[in-house]
């Protein structure tokens, strides 16, 4: 039996001679020879055999297909011609890209993800598995969960001109976008976005020499108020109520009744107290008041 199904294996496989010789061996290698010297072998395991049958087509394949176990009866292998559908490492020729019928693809074709690798290790995968998470895809986590996951830096490089991060507007109003890129550097910058979210509308972003970012007000290095004065004195102290920096500059005038001029000048501002010094060209009376502005570098 072992024999037949080898010389008809051998004809369906090879185009060669019928002028052959087949010849059994006690080793479970039945070797095939033609007017050439050279054998071809067919020979089955050493040790563990199963005893099975191979049924081959009914018919002549086409050019390039295989031969595939169509389906499996007992101890029986029914054997088809089937295309070749792999893809080659040097690259295919694909006729229609896609999934539906005809077309190709690389991918599954059963609710499992698709897991690409290298040096053994997991690096990209595409969701299949059926659920909210369908379809996303995970760079560095085999649990993305957006459309695009990475974890990781993302670098976007460029060929001379900056590259951009882009954001398109909703599709009912338009094709434009907002984007950011960077400028020339001499350095590299990171910039570290807030812990919250801003506690009024109108605030701006700010930043530190580190890059550590934080909303404030727009006027937050500008600061005013009104100081009540001792009656009858001509130097004023005034108590700034936020940190006073170096370099800082101070505004104040005097807020009297009508028909007296005050005059007034300032003559110190205290970086380290806090403090602007004023002095009034009068003693101020009770109902005098002294309006101040200082305005951080």
């Known amino acids: 039996m072992w024999y037949r199904l080898s010389v008809f294996i051998a004809l369906a496989m090879m185009s060669v001679p019928f002028a052959m010789l087949g ?10 020879r033609n007017a050439q010297p050279a054998t071809v072998s067919l020979s089955i395991p050493t040790a563990s055999v199963t005893g099975y049958s191979i049924l081959l087509p009914a018919t002549v394949g ?3 297909q295989m031969l595939s176990i169509g389906s499996i009866s007992g101890s029986t292998a ?9 893809w080659d490492l040097d690259g295919n020729a694909v006729v229609a890209g896609g999934t539906g019928v005809g077309q190709q693809y690389l991918g599954s074709a059963n609710a499992q993800d698709l897991v690409l690798g290298s040096n053994g290790s997991e690096r990209v995968r595409v969701v299949g598995v059926t659920g909210p998470s369908e379809g996303f895809v995970g760079i560095g986590t085999a649990n993305p969960a957006a459309t695009l996951d990475v974890r990781g830096n993302i670098l976007l490089s460029n060929g001379g001109v900056p590259s951009e991060v882009r954001f398109r507007e909703p599709s ?12 020339t550097q001499a350095a590299d910058v990171t910039y570290t976005l807030p812990t919250e979210a801003p506690t009024a509308n109108g605030m701006v972003l700010t930043a530190t020499t580190g890059g550590a970012m934080s909303w404030t007000s727009p006027l937050e290095r500008i600061q005013s108020g009104t100081y009540t004065p001792a009656p009858a004195a001509y130097q004023h102290v005034i108590p700034i109520p936020f940190d006073v920096l170096t370099g800082a500059q101070a505004l104040a005038t005097v807020m009297n009744a009508p028909g007296t001029t005050i005059g007034l000048s300032i003559t110190n501002i205290d970086d380290v107290a806090n403090t602007v010094t004023v002095e009034t060209s009068v003693q101020v009376s ?8 200082v305005i951080n570098p």
Do not use: H, P, V
């Not at 029914?78 to 792999?86: C, I, K, V």
């Not at 009770?286 to 502005?293: H, K, P, S, V």
């Open 172 to 183: 009912a109003d338009g094709t434009n976008y907002s984007a950011f890129k960077a400028g």
């Open 62 to 64: 086409q050019a390039g």
């Open 23 to 32: 010849q059994s061996q006690t080793t479970g290698t039945l070797n095939l």
């Open 78 to 86: 029914s054997l088809q011609w089937s295309d070749a559908a792999f």
């Open 286 to 293: 009770a109902g005098d008041r002294i309006i101040w502005m």
